[in-house]
């Protein structure tokens, strides 16, 4: 980037990028050869530093904590006002495109492997000219059990999207443990989604996702971080760490609100949930754990909603630690989740 010297610029200015240091694309996302973007509030101070940022957005929570770690190092001109620089907030989307191409004529995009049903193949009710387009995906939770045996497994469902966008009536086609099923489902219904559209209208449509589980299967659900995590959980080690006895208190930089269970919610059911976690040592949330439950189904959403959330790095006497972290959440019809 190019800085502009003072007497180029307009009197009243926006901060400009002097310093700008791409972001690293997540390992995670890789081999899913897909492409995204976070779209941040920063507050630049007089000094064209980053002094604030707010996490308005992201295709992918994978892509929040690459975000911050590039931020460190961008610099700004800052805003002017009467040619005097002010601090100052502005949104910037930031693009994240590995454009790797898996084979001839394939494009990257925004699916993560949530496909739509073809027109062909739908029901009457579900057949349209253009397909739904995803806005966003969150990772789907690899069951707590499941994840510490290190038992491998599949599970594939198929959901309908409704003209609001909104995912409804998901059903598991297959599953080789039924948790795998409901983990999946919870994850569709976190998705945000433009519906389908026939004749230049919403129409609801179908669409499908299958997920394997296991080490070494998918880095969307079983990382590095996760492989060294179980071995602690084993071992019961003294590398896991409860908040009070961080160097510094747990700071979210990024958190999701569990998505309502569309049964329950059209059923008029309130409820409740407990989830532990753990916090891994790029700050990110590790293996949700349901302890209890008022439904499944709400376990599932608390549980999804924490599997994306992001956090500063915890250390305690200087160094990298997990957490474990327990926290209620409750599902009220009359005003929002906690």
């Known amino acids: ?15 400009r990028f002097n310093t700008y240091t791409a972001p690293v694309y997540p390992e995670s996302l890789i081999y899913s050869f897909s492409r995204g973007f976070v779209s941040v509030s920063l507050t630049i101070n007089q000094q064209g530093r980053v002094t ?81 387009d995803v806005l966003t995906v969150v990772n789907p939770v690899y069951p707590y059990n499941l994840a510490v045996a290190g038992t491998k497994g599949r599970a594939q469902i198929e959901f309908v999207v409704d003209e609001n966008g909104t995912v409804t009536k998901t059903s598991t086609l297959t599953a080789t443990n039924p948790e795998l099923g409901e983990a999946l489902e919870a994850m569709a219904q976190a998705c945000h989604i433009n519906p389908a ?31 060294k995590l179980i071995k602690e959980i084993a071992a019961k080690g003294p590398n896991i760490a409860l908040p009070g006895e961080l160097d510094t208190p747990l700071n979210p930089l990024y958190q999701t609100a569990p998505v309502y269970p569309p049964d329950l919610q059209s059923q008029g059911r309130e409820g409740e949930a407990t989830i532990e976690f753990f916090i891994d040592h790029n700050g990110q949330a590790q293996l949700p754990r ?3 439950a008022s439904d499944r189904a709400f376990g599932w959403a608390a549980a999804t909603a924490v599997q994306q959330w992001v956090f500063t790095k915890p250390t305690k006497r200087g160094k990298p630690v997990f957490v474990r972290v327990q926290i209620p959440m409750e599902f009220k019809l009359a005003g929002q989740s906690k």
């Open 1 to 15: 980037m190019t800085s502009l010297l003072a007497d180029q610029r307009p009197k009243d200015d926006t901060a």
């Open 52 to 132: 604030g940022a707010q996490i308005l957005r992201a295709t992918h929570p994978d892509f929040v904590a690459p975000t911050f770690e590039a931020l460190k190092s961008w610099r700004f001109e800052p805003a002017l006002r009467n040619g005097l620089p002010i601090t100052t907030i502005q949104v910037e989307n930031i693009w994240f495109d590995i454009r790797i191409m898996p084979a001839a004529g394939s494009v990257a995009d925004y699916f993560f492997g949530l496909k739509p049903v073809p027109s062909k193949e739908s029901p009457e009710e579900f057949k349209y000219e253009k397909a739904a």
């Open 197 to 227: 559209r026939k004749n230049g209208k919403p129409q609801k449509s179908l669409m499908r996702r299958l997920q394997i589980f296991g080490p070494g299967e998918n880095y969307l659900t079983y990382n590095d971080q996760t492989k």
């Open 290 to 292: 349901i302890l209890a």
